[in-house]
Protein backbone atom coordinates (compact mmCIF):
# COMPACT_ATOMS: atom_id res chain seq x y z
CA UNK A 1 0.00 0.00 0.00
CA UNK A 2 1.33 2.94 -0.97
CA UNK A 3 2.35 5.84 2.03
CA UNK A 4 -0.20 7.94 3.08
CA UNK A 5 0.01 11.88 3.58
CA UNK A 6 -1.83 13.55 6.22
CA UNK A 7 -4.09 15.15 3.61
CA UNK A 8 -5.23 11.29 2.60
CA UNK A 9 -6.88 11.01 6.13
CA UNK A 10 -10.29 11.66 7.12
CA UNK A 11 -9.94 15.81 7.90
CA UNK A 12 -11.70 15.01 11.51
CA UNK A 13 -8.75 12.23 12.39
CA UNK A 14 -6.37 12.22 14.56
CA UNK A 15 -3.60 11.26 11.88
CA UNK A 16 -5.02 14.53 9.94
CA UNK A 17 -4.05 16.41 13.00
CA UNK A 18 -0.59 15.29 13.35
CA UNK A 19 -1.63 12.83 15.80
CA UNK A 20 -0.80 8.44 16.42
CA UNK A 21 -3.34 6.72 18.76
CA UNK A 22 -2.38 4.26 20.38
CA UNK A 23 -3.65 0.66 19.13
CA UNK A 24 -3.30 -0.96 23.10
CA UNK A 25 -3.90 1.97 25.68
CA UNK A 26 -5.47 4.56 23.30
CA UNK A 27 -3.51 7.70 24.14
CA UNK A 28 -2.56 9.94 21.52
CA UNK A 29 1.03 10.86 20.79
CA UNK A 30 2.64 13.18 17.85
CA UNK A 31 3.63 11.64 15.01
CA UNK A 32 7.44 11.35 15.59
CA UNK A 33 6.76 9.47 18.85
CA UNK A 34 8.12 5.86 18.01
CA UNK A 35 6.84 4.33 21.42
CA UNK A 36 3.60 4.96 23.35
CA UNK A 37 4.72 7.21 26.88
CA UNK A 38 2.47 5.01 28.54
CA UNK A 39 2.61 1.45 27.64
CA UNK A 40 5.83 1.38 25.49
CA UNK A 41 3.87 0.03 22.44
CA UNK A 42 5.31 0.85 18.99
CA UNK A 43 3.60 3.37 17.05
CA UNK A 44 2.15 3.72 13.85
CA UNK A 45 -0.29 5.76 11.38
CA UNK A 46 -1.96 2.42 9.56
CA UNK A 47 -1.50 -1.07 10.30
CA UNK A 48 1.95 -1.48 7.85
CA UNK A 49 0.95 -3.53 5.08
CA UNK A 50 -2.51 -4.24 6.53
CA UNK A 51 -4.25 -6.11 3.62
CA UNK A 52 -1.03 -8.23 2.47
CA UNK A 53 -0.91 -9.64 5.73
CA UNK A 54 -4.78 -10.23 5.82
CA UNK A 55 -4.88 -11.63 2.56
CA UNK A 56 -1.60 -14.27 3.40
CA UNK A 57 -3.41 -15.50 6.68
CA UNK A 58 -6.80 -15.69 4.69
CA UNK A 59 -5.13 -17.37 1.94
CA UNK A 60 -3.30 -20.07 3.78
CA UNK A 61 -6.14 -20.46 6.41
CA UNK A 62 -8.33 -22.02 3.33
CA UNK A 63 -5.84 -23.59 1.89
CA UNK A 64 -6.04 -25.45 5.93
CA UNK A 65 -9.27 -25.73 6.01
CA UNK A 66 -9.66 -28.53 3.75
CA UNK A 67 -7.77 -30.84 5.29
CA UNK A 68 -9.69 -29.69 8.66
CA UNK A 69 -12.96 -31.02 7.01
CA UNK A 70 -11.67 -33.97 5.46
CA UNK A 71 -9.33 -35.55 7.56
CA UNK A 72 -10.62 -37.12 10.58
CA UNK A 73 -10.77 -34.82 13.97
CA UNK A 74 -11.24 -37.69 16.55
CA UNK A 75 -10.28 -41.63 16.86
CA UNK A 76 -12.22 -43.70 18.74
CA UNK A 77 -11.20 -46.84 19.86
CA UNK A 78 -13.82 -49.57 21.32
CA UNK A 79 -13.04 -53.21 22.17
CA UNK A 80 -9.87 -53.07 19.40
CA UNK A 81 -11.75 -51.22 16.86
CA UNK A 82 -11.34 -47.98 15.37
CA UNK A 83 -13.45 -45.51 14.05
CA UNK A 84 -12.49 -42.87 12.15
CA UNK A 85 -14.74 -39.20 12.55
CA UNK A 86 -14.44 -36.12 10.43
CA UNK A 87 -16.34 -32.45 11.46
CA UNK A 88 -19.41 -33.20 9.09
CA UNK A 89 -19.44 -37.12 9.92
CA UNK A 90 -19.69 -36.49 13.67
CA UNK A 91 -22.71 -33.66 12.57
CA UNK A 92 -23.98 -36.36 10.78
CA UNK A 93 -23.95 -38.90 13.37
CA UNK A 94 -25.52 -36.69 16.06
CA UNK A 95 -28.44 -35.95 14.04
CA UNK A 96 -29.07 -39.08 12.99
CA UNK A 97 -29.01 -39.97 16.79
CA UNK A 98 -31.50 -37.39 17.54
CA UNK A 99 -29.23 -34.66 19.50
CA UNK A 100 -30.54 -31.64 17.07
CA UNK A 101 -29.04 -28.64 19.33
CA UNK A 102 -25.70 -30.57 19.50
CA UNK A 103 -25.34 -31.34 15.85
CA UNK A 104 -26.93 -27.89 14.73
CA UNK A 105 -23.99 -25.91 17.45
CA UNK A 106 -20.87 -27.84 16.26
CA UNK A 107 -22.23 -27.55 12.31
CA UNK A 108 -22.56 -23.51 13.00
CA UNK A 109 -19.56 -23.20 15.22
CA UNK A 110 -17.05 -25.92 13.24
CA UNK A 111 -18.47 -25.20 9.36
CA UNK A 112 -20.25 -22.35 9.40
CA UNK A 113 -18.60 -19.47 11.34
CA UNK A 114 -15.11 -20.39 9.85
CA UNK A 115 -16.12 -20.09 6.33
CA UNK A 116 -18.12 -16.58 7.44
CA UNK A 117 -15.41 -15.17 8.54
CA UNK A 118 -12.74 -16.14 6.02
CA UNK A 119 -15.78 -14.66 3.21
CA UNK A 120 -16.22 -11.52 5.47
CA UNK A 121 -12.23 -11.10 5.90
CA UNK A 122 -11.84 -11.89 2.44
CA UNK A 123 -14.96 -8.87 1.10
CA UNK A 124 -13.24 -6.20 3.59
CA UNK A 125 -10.02 -6.70 2.18
CA UNK A 126 -11.43 -6.80 -1.57
CA UNK A 127 -14.01 -3.28 -1.06
CA UNK A 128 -11.02 -1.94 0.27
CA UNK A 129 -8.83 -2.16 -2.29
CA UNK A 130 -11.20 -1.21 -4.60
CA UNK A 131 -12.51 1.60 -2.48
CA UNK A 132 -16.36 0.48 -2.45
CA UNK A 133 -17.64 3.33 -0.22
CA UNK A 134 -20.44 1.76 2.47
CA UNK A 135 -18.56 2.62 5.31
CA UNK A 136 -20.79 2.22 7.96
CA UNK A 137 -22.15 -1.24 6.51
CA UNK A 138 -18.11 -2.57 6.44
CA UNK A 139 -17.41 -1.76 9.50
CA UNK A 140 -20.63 -3.30 11.00
CA UNK A 141 -19.13 -6.40 9.12
CA UNK A 142 -15.84 -6.35 10.54
CA UNK A 143 -17.32 -6.03 13.92
CA UNK A 144 -19.65 -8.93 13.43
CA UNK A 145 -16.48 -10.91 12.36
CA UNK A 146 -14.70 -10.49 15.42
CA UNK A 147 -18.11 -10.97 17.42
CA UNK A 148 -18.51 -14.31 16.01
CA UNK A 149 -14.95 -15.81 15.29
CA UNK A 150 -14.24 -16.65 18.82
CA UNK A 151 -16.63 -19.19 18.58
CA UNK A 152 -14.96 -21.38 16.19
CA UNK A 153 -13.49 -23.93 18.60
CA UNK A 154 -16.07 -25.77 19.49
CA UNK A 155 -14.47 -29.10 17.63
CA UNK A 156 -11.04 -28.34 19.35
CA UNK A 157 -12.60 -28.27 22.74
CA UNK A 158 -15.03 -30.66 22.40
CA UNK A 159 -11.97 -33.42 21.20
CA UNK A 160 -9.78 -32.10 23.80
CA UNK A 161 -12.30 -32.98 26.79
CA UNK A 162 -12.72 -36.11 25.19
CA UNK A 163 -9.48 -37.36 24.73
CA UNK A 164 -8.35 -35.94 28.72
CA UNK A 165 -11.76 -38.44 29.87
CA UNK A 166 -11.93 -41.00 28.08
CA UNK A 167 -9.15 -43.31 28.41
CA UNK A 168 -10.19 -46.75 29.43
CA UNK A 169 -7.17 -48.61 27.64
CA UNK A 170 -8.13 -51.65 25.70
CA UNK A 171 -12.01 -50.69 26.46
CA UNK A 172 -12.49 -47.31 24.62
CA UNK A 173 -10.07 -44.67 24.23
CA UNK A 174 -10.32 -41.56 21.79
CA UNK A 175 -7.41 -39.64 20.18
CA UNK A 176 -6.98 -36.27 18.49
CA UNK A 177 -7.09 -36.57 14.56
CA UNK A 178 -5.06 -34.36 12.26
CA UNK A 179 -8.03 -32.52 11.47
CA UNK A 180 -7.84 -30.73 14.98
CA UNK A 181 -4.14 -29.65 14.23
CA UNK A 182 -5.44 -27.83 10.89
CA UNK A 183 -8.34 -27.49 12.43
CA UNK A 184 -7.11 -25.42 15.24
CA UNK A 185 -4.47 -23.37 12.48
CA UNK A 186 -7.59 -22.02 10.62
CA UNK A 187 -9.01 -20.23 14.20
CA UNK A 188 -5.29 -19.35 14.45
CA UNK A 189 -5.12 -17.68 11.21
CA UNK A 190 -8.13 -16.17 11.00
CA UNK A 191 -7.97 -14.43 14.44
CA UNK A 192 -4.52 -13.44 13.81
CA UNK A 193 -5.91 -12.23 10.08
CA UNK A 194 -8.41 -9.90 12.02
CA UNK A 195 -6.37 -8.68 13.92
CA UNK A 196 -3.88 -7.38 11.03
CA UNK A 197 -6.91 -5.49 9.30
CA UNK A 198 -7.05 -2.37 10.22
CA UNK A 199 -10.73 -0.98 9.99
CA UNK A 200 -9.50 2.42 9.59
CA UNK A 201 -8.58 2.18 6.08
CA UNK A 202 -12.43 1.71 5.61
CA UNK A 203 -12.97 5.26 6.13
CA UNK A 204 -9.66 6.23 4.60
CA UNK A 205 -11.07 5.00 1.51
CA UNK A 206 -14.63 7.03 1.64
CA UNK A 207 -12.62 10.71 2.64
CA UNK A 208 -10.35 9.86 -0.89
CA UNK A 209 -13.40 8.50 -3.10
CA UNK A 210 -15.22 11.87 -1.80
CA UNK A 211 -12.47 14.42 -2.59
CA UNK A 212 -11.84 12.65 -5.67
CA UNK A 213 -15.88 12.91 -6.33
CA UNK A 214 -15.83 16.38 -5.65
CA UNK A 215 -12.57 17.72 -7.99
CA UNK A 216 -14.65 15.59 -10.69
Known sequence: MP???ESSFPKDSAAAQGLLCCHSCGRLSPQDTL????CQSR???RKPASLQRTFALLITSILLYI?????PIMN???LGQQQLSTILGGVLLLWEHGSYPIALVIFIASVLVPM??????CWLCFTVSRGHNRPKHLTRLYLLTELVGRWSMVDVFVV????ALIQLGALMSIYPGAAALAFAGVVILTMLAAMSFDPRLIWDVTENSTRDTDRT
Do not use: G
Open 76 to 78: TEF
Open 3 to 5: MQT
Open 35 to 38: RCPR
Open 67 to 71: PANVL
Open 160 to 163: AILV
Open 43 to 45: LHI
Open 116 to 121: AKIFAL
